[in-house]
């Protein structure tokens, strides 16, 4: 049995349109039922350790980040593995990470796998590089996207067909 998961996501519904089909076939984290995001932590704390307290904290932490539009605006890779939208500006995804990260140091994002945690919307991975290339294609014939960021969402799941759903949902602070 696979232990349930969490992460810290800003879901955008916003660039579904462009993005729905090709992270169908080149994301498995569609099929589980997680929406086009930035991942803003993850893994987060597994699902038994988050109690009222946690949500607190979690409620407290984002609402110290304001609310902010982004435009995803163009496409860029990780190494030829990792196809993904670049959200422009990055900075208000980099604040809600490290503003979490600090809130909760045992959990650093992508489980301290990277020294810079680079805020992605991810369309395709682990594919062959025709694939997805041509789904890089497809996608930024849609491009530039705007989207406001004002929420974010704790899921959890595990991998398998449409198991992972939202857990809380967080307002950030309104603009200033």
Do not use: C, K, N
């Amino acid at each position: 049995m696979t232990p349930t998961q969490t992460a810290l996501i800003v879901a955008v519904p916003e660039v579904e349109h462009a993005v729905g089909a090709v992270r169908a076939r080149l994301d498995r984290s569609a099929g589980w039922g997680v929406p086009a995001h930035v991942t803003v932590l993850y893994p987060f704390l597994p699902l038994e350790q988050v109690d009222d307290e946690v949500v607190a904290a979690l409620a407290r932490t984002v609402a110290t980040v304001p609310r902010f539009d982004v435009t995803f605006t163009h496409i860029e890779w990780f190494a030829d593995a990792v196809v993904w939208l670049a959200p422009r500006p990055d900075d208000g995804f980099r604040a809600l990470t490290a503003a979490v990260w600090r809130q909760f140091p045992a959990t650093p994002p992508y489980a301290g796998a990277h020294d810079d945690v680079v805020p992605h919307l991810t369309l395709g991975h682990d594919a062959a590089t025709h694939e997805l290339t041509a789904a890089a294609a497809a996608v930024a014939a849609h491009l530039p996207i705007g989207a406001a960021v004002e929420v974010v969402r704790l899921i959890a799941g595990t991998p398998g067909p449409d198991a992972w759903h939202t857990v809380h949902e967080f307002p950030l602070s309104p603009r200033s």
